[in-house]
C-alpha cells in the first residue's frame, strides 16, 4: 500500500512538471476506456425440455471516444463500443440451440469541463451527455434434423448522461475515470430477452491529445 501511494505521488509530481502549458482548445484528444456495466446475468437451468445454459458478460468492454475541444472548458465527443455480449445455449429434445448477441452504442456528445479550468491544469472534472443510436445484434445456430443459421439486427435511439475526470500526466497523455448511465427505448423485438439495456456502467481509460 505505502508503494502504491508512493508510485502515485512520483506519477503527479512528474505530471505538474510535464503538463504545464497545456492547452486543449482546438485540440483532439483519442480515448480508449474499458470497465464494467451494470447488468451481467448468468444462469442454468435443467427442465423436461432439456438445458438451457445462459451468460451475459456484463462487462462494458469498451469504446473508443474521439474528443474536440471547441473551448478550454467544452468538448464534442463521438464514441462508439461494446456495451455487453452474451451467449446462451440450450440443449433439449429437438436439438441444440446457440445463440450469441451485442449491443453498441454509437453516440455523438458533450463534455463540460466544471469548474472551468486554467491554462496547464492537469486535474479536470467533467459532466458529459451523448446522445444516438444502440445497435442490438443477435445470431444463432439450431442443429437438429436440419442445420439453422439466423442473424438479426435491432436499433433504438438513446443517450448516456455521465461524469469523468481526465488526469494529464503530460501534454499529450492522460488518465480518464468515467461513469455514467445509459438509457435507451426498447428494441421492437428482444435481444438475448431484453427489451432494453439500461443501465449504469464504470470505466478507466487512458487518452493521447494531439
Do not use: C
Not at 9 to 23: E, K, M, P, R, T
Not at 75 to 98: E, M, P, R, Y
Not at 112 to 139: D, H, M, N, Q, T
Amino acid at each position: 500500500m505505502k508503494m502504491l501511494s508512493l508510485g502515485l505521488l512520483i506519477v503527479f509530481a512528474v505530471s505538474s512538471v510535464f503538463a504545464q502549458g497545456l492547452v486543449l482548445k482546438d485540440k483532439s484528444v483519442l480515448e480508449l476506456n474499458m470497465g464494467m456495466w451494470g447488468g451481467s446475468r448468468a444462469s442454468s437451468t435443467i427442465g423436461i425440455n432439456g438445458v438451457d445454459v445462459s451468460a451475459n458478460t456484463g462487462s462494458f468492454a469498451g469504446n473508443i471516444v474521439y474528443a474536440y475541444g471547441l473551448r478550454e472548458d467544452v468538448a464534442v465527443t463521438l464514441s462508439a463500443g461494446l456495451l455487453t455480449a452474451g451467449a446462451s445455449s440450450n440443449f433439449g429434445t429437438q436439438g441444440i440451440d446457440q445463440r450469441s448477441s451485442s449491443i453498441i452504442p454509437i453516440l455523438i456528445g458533450i463534455r463540460y469541463y466544471v469548474p472551468s479550468p486554467e491554462e496547464g491544469a492537469k486535474v479536470r472534472p467533467f459532466l458529459s451527455l451523448g446522445i444516438g443510436s444502440f445497435l442490438g445484434f443477435e445470431a444463432g445456430n439450431t442443429f437438429g434434423e436440419l442445420m439453422v443459421q439466423q442473424a438479426r439486427s435491432e436499433n433504438a435511439f438513446g443517450g448516456r448522461l455521465g461524469a469523468g475526470i481526465d488526469f494529464y500526466l503530460s501534454n499529450h497523455f492522460k488518465l480518464v475515470a468515467n461513469a455514467g448511465y445509459n438509457l435507451m427505448t426498447d428494441f421492437s423485438s428482444s435481444i438475448a430477452g431484453r427489451s432494453n439495456y439500461n443501465g449504469g456502467d464504470f470505466s478507466i481509460g487512458a487518452g493521447f491529445a494531439f
